[in-house]
């Protein structure tokens, strides 16, 4: 076999991942918030990007009534330049102002009494300079606004401010501070004391002598190590905190667990007392510093609205006041790419007319997805928006993407952090996909989530003298059809945060 040289054509297909590609998967991803932030960015930057904030297309015809208005205000201006008496000398004499007020000075000025005071030239530069006038209606630069909103004060600034009562020497000040750098947002101090001695080159004894000074300051229970500790500091305050109550604080793991029996032997106290006591516990704070927690907490805003048709049907359309509204501008391109004569300049503005664009592109096929997306789920869940939670299908990934002709990873992406708001609620997307148990009987499976709803449907309907148990549990469910193991009621028992039967037993018996 010879060997040399020859020319083979191949032909082949891969993926290449552009940075358009990537953008519009980023943007496909992305939440209602983290959308508004990523175009709030690329409004910034990229100068051919403009927000269109006009309804329905009003923002030129709006531009085009300010400049009339504008050109008006300028003609009237200049016919009333002539006799505008700000152009004109003032006359500051009281004679001079009572005549073209046609009245006595005091008529206007009762305070003066009609008499006119010298000001000091100097006298006034100084007060001027003493304290600057910000005046709102000046226009100054000067003038700040959020100089006279109240500030929202921390938890740190309020101890700090009252530090000086509770220490005085200047070592314990220093220690002082850094015990309030350590506490959490609840108020805790979660430190060791042996390190933080070590740290600071003090004794645990001066260390723990600081704390307790410290524990006495506002609002009570901060500086605790624990929720014992949290709530004896309150209990002490309000004087309550005698023999019975510290051995139910000291054993508040007990309270938690609803063993009502054990506490009222180690407080030897009867049902009443002991019910009595519990109330107090609850009507405390276990986290007095959360009351300075500033952290605003995002509302969810739906990302698509479904409302049911006239024919018996449900109509999906997207909430278009989520959705950022951006415009290319074709003209400031061509305006500054004939004026341009550096071939970088005009290389930068072709880039970044070319990812306007894109990014105005993706929006929409981003909008068009979602819609596609949230109108198959609503066609698939038609039960449950009609009759309940109970009626959930089964649902995967792949019946959706089969169904729009997309792939799976699409409509993972697009089920992310996006919401549709039902005539049952706000949910989201991902919430209508669940995993499918199958039926005792042969029929249709069932969704996990609607057998979730259903064991807690059971255990809240549940008679205080006779709780069901995981195996009770298991017993009705395949009773109803449901083919379901003892292990998976109890994975979705703890799922929803419900205690076992043994801890029901006894928070419901104590109840009654």
């Known amino acids: ?134 005046n709102a209606s000046s226009g100054t630069s000067d003038y700040n606004l959020e100089a006279f909103v109240a500030a929202e004060v921390s938890l740190s600034e309020h101890l700090q401010e009252q530090l000086g009562f509770a ?3 200047p070592t314990d000040i220093l220690i002082a501070q850094q015990l309030i750098d350590c506490l959490d947002e609840s108020g805790y101090l979660r430190i060791d004391a042996d390190e933080m001695s070590a740290r600071l080159g003090v004794t645990e004894q001066d260390l723990e002598r600081v704390i307790l000074a410290l524990q006495g300051l506002d609002p009570v229970g901060v500086f605790a190590r624990d929720l014992s500790e949290c709530l004896k500091l309150q209990l002490k305050e309000k004087d309550r905190y005698d023999p019975a109550m510290q051995a139910l604080v000291e054993n508040i793991e007990l309270l938690a667990l609803h063993d009502l029996t054990k506490l009222k032997r180690l407080c030897r106290v009867d049902d009443e007392d002991l019910k009595d006591m519990i109330l107090e516990i609850k009507e405390l704070n276990p986290k007095p510093g959360a009351a300075f927690n500033t952290e605003v907490t995002q509302p969810i805003v739906p990302d698509a609205f479904v409302r049911p048709a006239s024919d ?8 278009t006041e989520s959705l950022p ?13 004939q004026s341009s004569k550096k071939d970088k300049e005009l290389a930068y503005f072709t880039d970044s007319l070319q990812t306007a664009n894109w990014l105005v592109k993706s929006l929409d096929q981003r909008a068009r997805t979602i819609l596609k997306v949230s109108s198959e789920i609503v066609r698939q869940q038609d039960g449950f928006l009609t009759y309940g939670v109970q009626h959930l299908r ?11 002709g997309m792939h799976e990873s699409t409509v993972s992406r697009v089920t992310s952090n996006k919401y549709i708001a039902t ?30 709803y259903r064991i807690k449907q059971l255990i809240d309907a549940e008679d205080p003298k006779k709780i069901l148990s995981d195996d009770a549990l298991v017993k009705i469910l395949k009773d109803d059809g449901v083919d379901i193991a003892r292990r998976t009621v109890a994975k979705y028992r703890e799922a929803l945060r419900i205690p076992s039967s043994v801890q029901r037993r006894r928070e419901k018996k104590s109840l009654t």
């Open 423 to 452: 005539p049952r609620g706000i949910f989201e997307l991902k919430y209508f996909f669940s995993a499918a148990i199958a039926s005792s009987e042969g029929g249709e499976s069932h969704s996990a989530e609607s057998v979730r």
């Open 312 to 319: 018996g049907g449900w109509i999906v359309e997207l909430n």
């Open 394 to 404: 089964p649902m995967n990934l792949r019946v959706v993407a089969d169904a729009i």
């Open 167 to 169: 220490v005085s020497n």
């Open 1 to 134: 076999m010879a060997i040399g040289p020859k020319l083979e054509f191949r032909q082949s297909q891969q993926l290449v991942m552009t940075p358009q590609l990537m953008q519009a998967i980023k943007l496909l991803q992305l939440s209602n918030v983290d959308l508004i932030a990523h175009i709030n960015s690329e409004l910034e930057s990229n100068p051919f990007l403009e927000r269109d904030d006009s309804p329905d297309g009003a923002g030129p015809a709006a531009e085009t009534s300010a400049s009339e208005n504008s050109s008006d205000n300028d003609a009237g201006s200049a016919e009333m330049q002539e006799g505008d008496w700000l152009n004109n000398e003032l006359e500051t004499t009281p004679e001079a102002i009572s005549s073209n007020l046609d009245s006595e000075l005091s008529n206007v000025f009762p305070d003066d009494n009609g008499e006119s005071q010298s000001v000091d030239p100097v006298q006034q530069k100084a007060d001027n300079w003493q304290a600057p006038s910000h």
């Open 325 to 337: 509204k951006v415009l290319v501008n074709q003209s400031y391109y061509s305006e500054i790419s």
